[in-house]
């Protein structure tokens, strides 16, 4: 199965209030039957032990293909889980939420401080998500504007989350999830660049990619990548700017794919 990468629209940390909009990076999850059960990583070793302690199936030998760097704030872990749910759902013909389980095991796993459905319903069925993730509720899922987005791709997280510091801006943030319901861009923008400095990246990048245009840019998820969107065809200067910064990825927003 594939699913998709993804950019904040609201990082759902401060409010359990989340929104992301599915880009077309993929990762694609092939699995087949194997004779022994091996360890694999903590999120996909506890996906495959539910699997296996409530519906029963055999060990899984479990291919990944990603073209999403990991622990990057492009949604990677997300993309996997429901990828693989999603897998092993339709190979064994069992009926389940496949974004709301997703969020239920990364928690268990311990990979996520809030389940990120919102995460995982974008990845899952392309398209913008809005999520009360406290609740596993998906709220809504709506087509994203016609996006190119060009990505500065950064891996291998090491900033401290304080979770206790970030929940003092709730307030903020359900307003920004309110806008963002209204208007995607605009929440976007506003997100990216408030989590930017509350966790203290440095901003000279985003700043750049909105005087050269982009209609919104800033940190995507929890960092490090930095996002810009902009209309297609309008890349040329703010793709030119970021990419003095670093290697750089152009791709666009996906529209909602039903799975039924």
Do not use: H
């Not at 070793?45 to 029963?56: A, H, P, Q, R, S």
């Not at 899952?124 to 016609?146: A, L």
């Not at 963002?180 to 966790?199: E, H």
């Not at 203290?200 to 909105?210: H, K, M, P, Q, R």
Request: net charge neutral; hydrophobic share 40%.
């Amino acid at each position: 199965m594939q699913t998709y990468a993804g950019i904040s629209v609201v990082n759902a940390l401060p409010s359990w209030y989340g929104s992301s909009m599915a880009v077309n990076l993929t990762v694609s999850v092939s699995i087949k039957e194997a004779e022994n059960c091996k360890k694999n990583d903590i999120l996909i070793d506890t996906i495959l032990n539910f699997f296996y302690e409530k519906y029963g199936i055999p060990c899984l030998s479990v291919n990944i293909e990603s073209q999403i760097p990991e622990k990057s704030g492009l949604k990677s872990s997300s993309a996997v889980s429901t990828a693989l749910i999603g897998e092993i759902s339709k190979k064994f013909e069992i009926e389940i939420d496949v974004p709301k389980y997703s969020a239920i095991l990364s928690l268990k796993s311990g990979i996520s401080y809030t389940g990120a459905l919102d995460d995982a319903t974008s990845s899952y069925y392309g398209g913008v998500s809005f999520t009360n993730n406290k609740e596993f509720k998906i709220i809504d899922i709506k087509d994203p504007p016609e996006l190119s987005a060009i990505i500065l791709p950064r891996g291998g997280r090491n900033i401290k989350i304080d979770l206790q510091y970030l929940r003092k801006y709730r307030l903020i943030f359900e307003e920004i999830f309110r806008v963002s319901r209204q208007n995607i861009i605009l929440g976007m923008k506003l997100n990216g660049i408030l989590v930017a400095n509350i966790l203290g990246y440095d901003t000279s990048e985003i700043e750049v990619a909105l005087k050269k245009g982009a209609l919104a840019a800033g940190i995507t998820g929890n960092g490090p990548s930095v996002f810009a969107v902009t209309k297609i065809g309008e890349e040329g200067p703010i793709l030119d700017a970021l990419s003095k910064f670093g290697n750089v990825i152009v791709t666009r927003s996906v529209g909602y794919v039903s799975r039924d």
